[in-house]
């Protein structure tokens, strides 16, 4: 129910007016404000986009509407109007009663927002019963019917279900469902795709433009990714440092950017079309794998679990100077086969040849082959001990293999050069430095050992679009000069796309498809690979040589 | 695509979490704990020189005094000294200022060794369980059996059994402290185990010892810490329990435990003796666990450890 | 589900017998001859050998254990040296009151410490906050003995209210039953409401700041339903555990509470069987406190499957 709004509405009025919004940061932070002069308005039936980097203040924006800014974080200045009304001087329970009724909230991390301790039927239940007076009968037959809208199979299983027994895909629906069921004007959306998998990201996607549709409902959404604003927005404003800074529609600002942190930024986004590779010099063999598999026995004690096959019948090769990138979806494989083939798990069966020397599965790992199979992890924030600094990461696998900690020093130095960081910052902690940087420390760690074969763990994918365009030519760079095999795990088809000479698809656990990546791009054979290329959003958009959507 | 541009030379982000010994100084929990212990430990230390007298000493012209009195005092060469009992005396005629401000070498001995041990006992079992999968399942059985038997009983039973002293006391409230200490290593190790850079450190061939002392130890010594102060608190409680329920330190050595227990009898009439020992030992012992509630918040491992966003 | 709690029974079993274990040798790592301190000091050494004959101790350390086992098992505890009485019966008797307290002190702090903890935590680092933390460590700090005694002091014998000591049967009318354990009960409960306040408030806390919480406030809930059924419905396992551990704090404050009230139960019966070196007594009572506490924290560890769906399914 709304309460009676104080403004007549004109029928164009925007359903969300943000004028001049600043919200102040505790002091101490990096900057004053998390957000200033911010000014953006989202009318019925329309999907703005709000893109921005981390830090640049989009959630903070996000909370601002739905008035669920923390304490630390007070609105100074500004409105923001929904329907006419101030919201940043209505009162508590006011706003109360708006949220879930007028405007409502998705969120990114579908694992955690819902409940865990409750059906999911009781959670949209009780969204019914504070805000509604229906009787118990008519509430339930109202959450069948969202359920199907959002595309659910089964409801009413649905409804008995905990959270913890669906998957990501199927708690957003819910989520969604949440948040729609009341109808109300404003839905604001915060990354909600960002932790799904690609396909599963453009079925929400799509179901989140046809309910717009259906409802009329204005959407603000919130995202990183420029192929998302692509696929689905109306109009995109683009943050940055908390200052909005330009705003248009949607191929206004992706096609005829006006200004310069637009148009790096989007060049920094890469494109779906593989670049020309050079044909490899030599083919020397640096790895290679066949038939490797990894099962997991199910079960404790007392409880046969069913056994997990993590993977099968993989046959892999990289050869010095190529870059093979392994792509697939969250439980594909693609990390376990890294993981085996770096011996940080053992495989369950298969043979593994590193520089032509058969290499054993399990059992002790031989030094040697430590020294020349490195990797890089995922998550920039927990690869560096934080309590040591990061010239000790540095020279530890050097000092391991019996080089004099002088020896050490003097190739940590080096590296630091080679990775475009200050050799003087090796005395530093990790919290020094930012997640870009921490990820070219990881590099350099791995590089302290002159391996032949480095593997990225999705080394790229916790950063932001502009700091992984860096990493991405650094280790371009880095390939080239040492003539190193490099093995690239990534979902991220673009990033595959900009920097393999081949690519491996992964799905279930199995490789569907391998080739090289003009033909698996151009031209994929298999149809999961098809299904992947025709789920990457903003497709039809290539950043680099920008064209405008087809209408 | 854009080239990343020459040398990045910024390399402190702005906002990077201050040093650890700032944080600390600035935590009120931490200061006020801190400051009560070290006026604690002062006069502790320098209770020879605070107008006590020999805490052994009894005069039964002195019996019962109450606080603030002026009696006698009968040395051990056969003088009489005039002595102001600021807190009153005993049953027996013994000063029990003095007997309170030795007493607190005690309590305070008793609470730092206990801690100490428990510490190091737990902190190699746990790490052992944690880090060896073949052992965990016996360590952990055994560790939970300890801890199915409630502390205090085991101390009691531990003290009837060997003769009371200084160290069977010790041993005896450390044994029943060892499995929590264990239980909390052994997760911490469990947990640090599983982060990338453990993982980067066995790929770049690290001993299983080092990985061990040189990032998985470090890791752990804040929660270390702050159990220390906690293990330090409950123990100055047991030892004060034993001594009441009897089977504590040997009567000849004054503890607060041991003033209490004697004092019962008589604490209807006379509530000072239990009053002043009991006081000192509450403020002590709340003065061990803010200071570890402090400690906790300033240590806390998730603080700092992201430096963005 | 029945795997689960199939599991989790037998899992107790090994603890269980480290139990038995360590009951069985902390009695018989006495030093000295438990022979010669039965038989007493004008014995003989003929009087001595007989008596150990006589109680088996002349066997290895091993058969001493499974036949000391077998007897327990069967509910036979031995002999009191000290009471004439066995074992088991004197444990019957002193049963009751001990059980009573126990559950007196549970179910009120219980009901006390949750709420406040609730109410710490939802005014987290206010002014409420922090007194209520503040008193909560308080009580953890003052020692049992010195509350009861102050207790004591002031409620029985200034102010006359209740009476100083002692233990009336429920048998024996409810009125004076109460009247004997309010006083004992809140000595024993500050130490056990101080732990569960302190548990409650720091997991409710913690689940205050999940993204399950901020979801159900953007759906605009009332405060009150976001606090219990979404903070504290999610903060019940960590609770819940705090409670089961808590009961060997319990314990101990059992033993020092029913001798500074004279409440003739099983703490008592402790302390009077170390005092006399009364081995058989010692190791019934222990034994029968950590079974106790195993099977309250198997209850525990059932009671998740009811918290958390996660477990059951």
């Known amino acids: 129910m709304s309460g009676a709004s104080a403004a007549v509405m004109a029928d164009d009025a925007p359903v969300l007016d943000v004028r001049g919004l600043a919200v102040r940061l505790p002091p101490g932070a990096e900057r004053a404000h998390a957000v200033r002069e911010v000014s953006f308005a989202v009318r019925k039936g329309e999907l703005v986009c709000l893109l921005g980097e981390s830090g640049s203040g989009k959630s903070v924006i996000a909370q601002s509407v739905m008035g669920l800014l923390p304490r630390g974080l007070p609105a100074v200045a500004g409105e923001v109007r929904l329907e006419g009304e101030n919201l940043l001087a209505a009162r508590p329970e006011r706003l109360r009663r708006l949220r879930g009724t007028r405007m409502s909230m998705v969120f990114q991390e579908p694992a955690t927002a819902l409940n865990p301790v409750m059906r999911c039927g009781a959670q949209i239940d009780e969204l019914l019963a504070c805000h509604t007076a229906l009787p118990a009968a008519e509430r339930r037959r109202r959450i069948l019917e969202v359920l199907a809208q959002v595309r659910l199979p089964d409801p009413a299983r649905m409804l008995a279900s905990y959270p913890h027994q669906l998957s990501g895909g199927q708690r957003q629906r819910i989520m969604i469902a949440m948040a729609l069921i009341l109808e109300p004007a404003l839905l604001v959306a915060d990354e909600p795709t960002t932790a799904l998998d690609v396909t599963t990201q453009a079925e929400i996607l799509a179901l989140i433009r046809l309910l717009q549709r259906d409802h009329g409902t204005a959407v603000l959404y919130i995202t990183h990714d420029f192929g998302v604003a692509a696929e689905i927005a109306d109009r995109v404003a683009v943050l940055r440092q908390g200052e909005l800074i330009e705003q248009g529609s949607a191929e206004e600002v992706l096609s005829r950017p006006r200004h310069a942190y637009t148009r790096m930024l989007l060049a920094a986004v890469p494109s779906l079309v593989p670049p020309e590779r050079a044909p490899l010099a030599t083919r020397e063999e640096v790895l290679s794998a066949h038939g490797l598999g990894k099962t997991y026995a199910g079960g404790t004690f007392l409880a046969r679990g069913k056994e997990v096959v993590a993977a099968r019948d993989i046959e892999l090769s990289v050869h010095r100077g190529e870059t093979v990138g392994i792509v697939g979806e969250s439980g594909s494989g693609k990390s376990t086969v890294a993981r085996c083939v770096a011996r940080l798990i053992e495989a369950s069966a298969g043979r593994l040849a590193l520089d032509g020397a058969s290499v054993p599965l399990a059992g002790s790992v031989a030094r040697e082959f430590r020294r020349r199979v490195q990797i890089v992890f995922q998550d920039p924030y927990r690869s560096l001990n934080p309590r040591r600094t990061v010239g000790a990461a540095i020279v530890e696998g050097p000092m391991n293999f019996g080089v004099p900690r002088a020896k050490a020093r003097l190739r940590a130095q080096a590296l630091m050069g080679l990775v475009r960081l200050s050799p003087g910052a090796l005395e530093r902690y990790p919290h020094e430095f930012s997640g870009g940087q921490r990820q070219r420390l990881c590099i350099a760690r791995a590089l302290a050992l002159e391996p032949h074969l480095l593997i990225a763990d999705e080394a790229v994918s916790a950063l932001d679009v502009s700091v992984q365009a860096q990493i991405l030519e650094l280790l371009a760079d880095i390939q080239r000069r040492l003539r190193l095999a490099l093995l690239f795990i990534t979902h991220d088809l673009r990033v595959a796309a900009q920097i393999c000479d081949r690519v491996v698809v992964m799905q279930h656990g199995r490789i569907v498809e391998q080739g090289p990546v003009g033909a698996i791009f151009r031209a994929p054979r298999h149809p999961y690979t098809r299904a992947l290329l025709a789920a990457a959003p903003g497709r039809r958009f290539d950043f680099a040589l920008p064209r405008p959507p087809p209408a | 695509m854009s080239a990343a541009a020459g040398i990045d030379s910024e390399t402190a982000p702005a906002g990077a979490a201050p040093g650890i010994g700032r944080r600390l100084a600035r935590n009120g929990a931490v200061r006020f704990g801190g400051a009560v212990l070290l006026v604690l430990l002062v006069l502790a230390l320098a209770a020879p020189w605070l107008g006590t007298v020999d805490p052994t000493l009894f005069d039964p012209a002195s019996r019962d005094l109450l606080p603030g009195r002026v009696g006698e005092v009968m040395t051990l060469d056969g003088n009489v000294l005039q002595h102001t009992f600021w807190m009153g005396s005993d049953g027996y005629g013994r000063d029990l200022y003095s007997r309170v401000l030795y007493g607190a070498r005690v309590s305070l001995l008793v609470g730092a060794t206990v801690a100490l041990l428990a510490l190091a006992f737990g902190t190699l079992a746990g790490l052992l369980a944690g880090y060896f999968r073949w052992l965990d399942g016996v360590l952990m059985r055994v560790m939970d059996g300890l801890m199915a038997v409630p502390n205090i009983l085991l101390a009691v039973a531990l003290v009837a059994m060997w003769k009371a002293s200084l160290w069977t006391v010790i041993a005896a409230i450390t044994v029943p402290e060892i499995p929590r200490v264990t239980r909390l290593v052994r997760s911490l190790v469990l947990g640090i185990r599983e982060e990338p850079y453990v993982e980067a450190a066995v790929s770049v061939g690290t001993s299983r010892f080092a990985i061990l002392t040189r990032h998985i130890l470090p890791n752990c010594i804040a929660p270390l810490v702050v159990q220390g102060t906690y293990v330090c608190a409950s123990a100055m409680l047991v030892e004060a329990i034993l001594s009441f329920l009897g089977v504590g330190l040997p009567t000849d050595i004054p503890t607060w435990g041991n003033m209490m227990a004697e004092g019962r009898l008589e604490f209807t009439q006379y509530p000072q003796n239990v009053f002043f020992p009991g006081v000192f030992l509450a403020l002590t012992v709340f003065a061990v666990n803010i200071l570890g509630d402090g400690l906790r918040d300033t240590l806390d491992p998730r603080f700092g450890k992201r430096g963005e966003r | ?313």
């Open chain 3, 1 to 313: 589900m029945r795997a689960f709690v199939l599991r989790r029974l037998l899992a107790t079993i090994p603890v269980l017998l480290v139990v038995a274990v360590l009951v069985f040798l902390v009695t018989r790592l006495t030093p000295g001859d438990p022979a010669a301190i039965i038989a007493g000091n004008s014995a003989n050494f003929e009087q001595i050998a007989h008596i150990r004959a006589a109680l088996g101790l002349d066997r290895p350390l091993a058969v001493q254990f499974g036949s000391w086992l077998w007897d327990v098992l069967h509910g036979d505890l031995g002999r009191s040296f000290y009471f004439k009485l066995t074992v088991a019966q004197l444990i019957g008797q002193r049963l009751g009151p001990t059980v009573a307290l126990s559950l007196c002190t549970i179910v009120v702090s219980v009901l006390l410490a949750v709420p406040l903890g609730v109410l710490a935590a939802w005014r987290h680092g206010g002014w409420l906050d922090r007194a209520l933390m503040g008193f909560s460590v308080l009580g953890f700090s003052v020692p049992v003995f010195v509350l009861g005694y102050v207790l004591i002091y002031v409620v029985a014998l200034k102010l006359r209210w209740l009476p100083v000591q002692g233990y009336v049967p429920l048998a024996d009318g409810l009125v004076p039953f109460v009247r004997h354990l309010i006083l004992p009960s809140v000595t024993l409960s500050v130490t056990y409401i101080a732990l569960i306040a302190r548990v409650t408030r720091a997991t409710v806390a913690e689940a205050l700041g999940e993204d399950y919480v901020r979801t159900a406030r953007a759906k605009g809930l009332p405060e009150a339903r976001v606090l219990i059924r979404h903070a504290l419905a999610n903060a019940a396992v960590p609770i819940v555990t705090v409670i089961g551990i808590g009961i060997a704090l319990l314990v101990g404050g059992v033993v020092v509470t029913e001798s500074v009230f004279s409440i003739p139960g099983l703490g008592r019966l402790t302390v009077d069987a170390v005092l006399a070196r009364d081995f058989p007594t010692i190791q019934g009572v222990i034994l029968c406190f950590s079974v106790i506490y195993v099977l309250i924290n198997l209850l525990v560890d059932l009671s998740y499957a009811l918290f958390d769906p996660r477990i059951r399914y």
